[in-house]
């Protein structure tokens, strides 16, 4: 690197304290170096905030704004506590996928740590979350900020006229299921704050209207259909719980759909992010290392501000082994930073292996690579296209099968020839959600009889679900009003019930 | 095509309502632990916080995720002794060696109690609660200083009420003067050469009317200095200070005699703590003289004011008796305000009462400020009660009170606190 630098240009300053002026000029060259790269952005809109600010968002789950509840001054607290004592280091930014792309730079940073956020967040999230085929299919960037907006004003007009605590109540209840309220295979409707607005007073009667057929209880009506009434209902196994509550239940008043339909929404919002760590995070740090040493080779930069953004960098992609104390799985910034590394190497400098491993892109040009990988995959499909042999062996990854039938663990697979495809194939698989979480579903409500609501929980590996389940099956009943049953099917065929909730009146409970 | 926004200035405290929600939601977890930290502390430590902790169980947000078993095939780094096929003996405890399962730590986190700080307000608030005190004098009793304005010197700027005529004036002086230094000179001497000359030279002489001029001139200069300017302005400068507070001396009088259990004595340490309040409100410096009895009277320091336990009878007098010792020797110099607090399950030796009647009216109250008497019992006011009821209607600074409840304490204040303000 140093070796082809040419001192081309006066370094830019690197003092310790930054100043609008020089975020602008860093800026300026960064987004130059970006544009030559190709890199496809929205636009940027920096903001700089204290680090109770930061706090602040991070509570709110890294969202500008966002509605009240109790959960997110817990979570304020707790990172205050740690940050005040020096337990813990902020996250130095937080980047908003939103259209323009904001991303907040706390105060406290030194110029070299603002110069690596715009390169990390603005340039390196942002072109992520403007290409990736998840983001653009799961979320809406210009609609975000408008309908979080949106969800407080109801929120905070619904307390006004129903009251706090039975806001909070229902809001505890959506969050437990906040996890469950994702159609892992279906496109959502895109956000739109207009027709939010416009729709919303249509949906809630419609879907009243609805309801109230479903749960029709009429004579004429039951004679009629008694003999066809035997169908089953969902007709279909649900997956997104969520939705069908605010769908399906019969007891819940129209502004408690919207309020289930608001947590659904916001939830679905963040379904991308927890399925494209390792390939965003991975994105965002090969960015601001590339840029930030093209433009240290153009002699933009000093040595000690290289000095300070390495070792940064470094600590960033840090990766302990499996048996050290600090090791908490696989770091996504480390993994993915070495396999996009890895991905540009095949590109330039494929070697044998390469050439056998991936035919397609070794050789090729890399931006161009670089483009269809970050479009069109997650982490799942991204570890078991593009994880190399050469990868496997730097990070000595290997696989170990926990069987709890077994007094010892087994060896399933590690970095050799025998290994590569299989240690792939379950590192890919568990970044699977659909294998790491818990397969659940509506199963059966009973129409005819006590109203009663079925789930069942299809396991898988005789993975059992945590204990938590009986709470959250709490929630549930809250929000559905009848019996809820929790059964799990085992892979034998046997299906058992482990939780159920009587819950005759939804009132009862919300005092 | 980017924006830069200066966000430091926003609103602040964007989570305040989050974390009211929170306190509202474990509201009782939050008075328990308030209840606990009173009895830990001093009836003085009422300025500050307390770390509240909550178990985390009750704050979970429960989700359905996996629990532990069934079979797991997962990756890790830095192989340095593995091969396929090896067997492995599980590594004990899980969580934090480093081969337990990345579930493991997410498990392990939840046990931890939650802990949290209350503010000084927060902590305040908690504790009026329990005593039913009316809004008014929450505010009035949180408030931590009360100011007063006073005079101090001059400042250059201030708005026209406060304008000092004198000063100003005295400056503007000041400024004609030294600005007209250089003319005033030059006029004395023309003027004294244009004496000279009348002496030998007709008036109408042009040398003459050239002085004339010249000094018409110079005089005009003279004249042109402004009168006043606003450079001249001096305002009387007001700053606040904390009020002058005098010093006051309270006695805490309690009963420890076997009828008084840790209940009593924790409703009567509530009450000497809510008085101690009320004091700092009004003085700057307290002192507080805590005296115990059963049948004889002690002056002992809070620890043992609080925990010591002692039985017997009771003979209410004996701590009167150190009490009016305690006044004549140490604060009947005139610098002290006097507060009596007395607190007793009134189960006094039958002969004694009138004693203490007599004593209180005649050698105590008259020196006092005020003196306010609970009788924490559950049933019938007992025999000192009907003997003070006595004092009631003679003396204006003397309060009496049947406390079941932490919430009867007030009214022995209400009447205090009236007269205070």
């Given at each position: 690197m140093s070796a082809k630098r040419q001192k081309r240009k006066q370094p830019l300053p690197s003092p310790g304290e930054w100043t609008f002026e020089l975020i602008e000029a860093y800026h300026l060259e960064i987004d130059r170096v970006a544009r030559e790269y190709g890199l496809d952005t929205y636009p940027n809109q920096i903001e700089l905030i204290t680090s109770e600010q930061m706090m602040d968002a991070y509570s709110s789950v890294g969202m500008p704004v966002n509605y009240h509840h109790w959960s997110f001054g817990k979570s304020f607290m707790h990172t205050e506590k740690g940050y005040r004592r020096g337990q813990m280091g902020l996250a130095y930014e937080i980047v908003i996928n939103s259209n323009p792309c904001i991303a907040y730079l706390m105060e406290e940073n030194t110029m070299t740590m603002q110069a690596l956020v715009i390169a990390h967040a603005a340039y390196g999230h942002n072109s992520f979350f403007k290409g990736n085929y998840l983001f653009k299919q799961w979320t809406n960037a210009d609609a975000i900020v408008d309908y979080l907006i949106f969800a407080r004003n109801y929120l905070s007009e619904c307390e006004e006229r129903y009251g706090e605590e039975e806001v909070e109540l229902l809001l505890d209840s959506c969050h437990a299921l906040m996890n469950v309220g994702v159609d892992r295979y279906k496109r959502p409707a895109k956000l739109s704050l207009n027709k939010e607005l416009t729709r919303q007073r249509e949906r809630a009667e419609y879907l009243q209207s609805q309801v109230n057929d479903l749960w029709r209880t009429l004579p004429a009506h039951q004679v009629k259909t008694q003999a066809v009434?035997?169908?089953?209902?969902?007709?279909e196994p649900q997956e997104n719980l969520l939705y069908f509550i605010e769908k399906n239940a019969p007891l819940l008043e129209p502004w408690q759909r919207e309020v289930v339909r608001i947590v659904r929404k916001i939830g679905q919002y963040f379904f991308p992010q927890r399925q494209t760590q390792v390939m965003n995070e991975g994105w965002a740090t090969y960015w601001h290392y590339t840029l930030l040493n093209t433009l240290y080779d153009e002699g933009l930069l000093t040595d000690s501000f290289m000095m300070e953004f390495l070792h940064s960098h470094t600590n960033v992609v840090y990766q302990p082994n499996y048996?050290?104390?600090?090791?908490?799985?696989?770091?996504p910034y480390a993994l993915g930073f070495a396999m996009w590394q890895d991905i540009r190497r095949i590109c330039e400098h494929p070697t044998d292996e390469d050439r056998h491993w991936f035919p397609d892109i070794a050789g090729s040009d890399w931006r161009e690579t670089f483009d269809f990988a970050m479009r069109n995959f997650k982490d799942e499909s991204f570890v078991a296209q593009f994880l190399s042999p050469k990868v496997m062996r730097d990070f000595r990854l290997f696989a170990i099968l926990d069987d709890d039938k077994e007094s010892k663990l087994k060896v399933s697979a590690i970095h050799d020839d025998a290994g590569y495809r299989k240690v792939r194939e379950i590192l890919s698989d568990n970044y699977n959600l659909g294998s790491r979480e818990p397969n659940l579903q509506v199963w059966n409500v009973d129409l005819r009889g006590d109203r009663s609501l079925t789930l069942r929980h299809q396991a898988y590996l005789r993975r059992p679900l945590n204990g938590d389940a009986e709470e959250v099956v709490k929630h549930v009943a809250r929000l559905w009003g009848f019996v809820v049953r929790m059964e799990v099917a085992h892979e034998d065929g046997r299906v058992e019930v482990l939780h159920e909730c009587r819950r005759d009146r939804r009132k009862s409970d919300t005092h | 095509m980017v924006r830069i926004i200066d966000r430091r200035f926003d609103s602040k405290n964007k989570s305040t309502v989050n974390r009211q929600r929170f306190m509202r939601r474990f509201k009782s977890q939050i008075r328990e632990a308030v209840a606990d930290a009173i009895s830990g502390r001093?009836?003085?430590?009422?300025d500050n916080g307390e770390s509240v902790s909550i178990p985390s169980r009750d704050l979970s947000e429960p989700q359905f995720h996996h629990g532990k078993g069934g079979i797991w095939e997962n990756v890790f780094t830095g192989n340095d002794q593995f091969s396929s096929g090896d067997q492995i003996n599980r590594p004990p405890g899980g969580g934090g060696s480093g081969s337990g399962k990345g579930k493991a730590s997410k498990d392990g986190e939840g046990e931890d109690d939650f802990v949290f700080n209350l503010s000084r307000e927060e902590f305040l608030d908690v504790f009026f609660d329990d005593l039913a005190l009316p809004n008014l004098v929450k505010t009035q009793l949180a408030r931590i200083h009360e100011y007063k304005s006073q005079r101090a010197g001059f400042t250059n700027d201030g708005t026209p009420a406060n304008i000092n005529v004198v000063r100003s004036l005295r400056g503007a002086l000041g400024r004609r003067l030294a600005l007209a230094s250089p003319y005033s000179g030059k006029l004395r001497e023309l003027q004294k050469q244009l004496e000279e000359l009348l002496e030998t030279r007709p008036d109408d002489d042009p040398e003459v009317l050239k002085l004339k001029d010249e000094i018409g001139i110079l005089r005009a200069k003279i004249e042109a200095i402004p009168f006043i300017d606003t450079f001249d302005l001096r305002f009387n400068n007001r700053i606040k200070v904390p009020k002058p507070t005098t010093q006051a001396v309270m006695f805490c009088i309690m009963d420890v005699s076997g009828s008084m259990d840790e209940g009593k004595k924790a409703t009567a340490k509530r009450f000497f703590m809510l008085l101690y309040l009320f004091l700092t409100r009004t003085y700057e410096h307290i002192e507080v003289v805590f005296i115990r009895h059963h049948t004889v009277a002690k002056e002992v320091n809070e620890e043992d004011f609080f925990h010591s336990r002692e039985s017997g009878g009771t003979v209410v007098s004996s701590a009167l008796d150190l009490m009016k010792e305690v006044l004549q020797q140490r604060y009947l110099n005139g610098a002290w305000n006097i507060y009596g607090a007395q607190a007793s399950d009134g189960d006094n030796w039958e002969n004694d009462s009138p004693h203490c009647r007599e004593l209180l009216a005649e050698s105590i109250l008259p020196f006092l400020q005020y003196f306010a008497y609970i009788e924490i019992t559950p049933g019938e006011p007992q025999n000192l009660w009907r003997e003070y009821e006595k004092l009631l209607g003679v003396h204006a600074n003397f309060a009496m009170q049947h406390i079941e409840g932490l919430p009867d304490i007030y009214p022995v204040f209400r009447e205090l606190f009236k007269k205070r303000l």
């Open positions: 009434e035997e169908r089953r209902f969902p007709s048996n050290e104390p600090w090791y908490r799985g696989l770091n | 001093s009836i003085k430590d009422l």
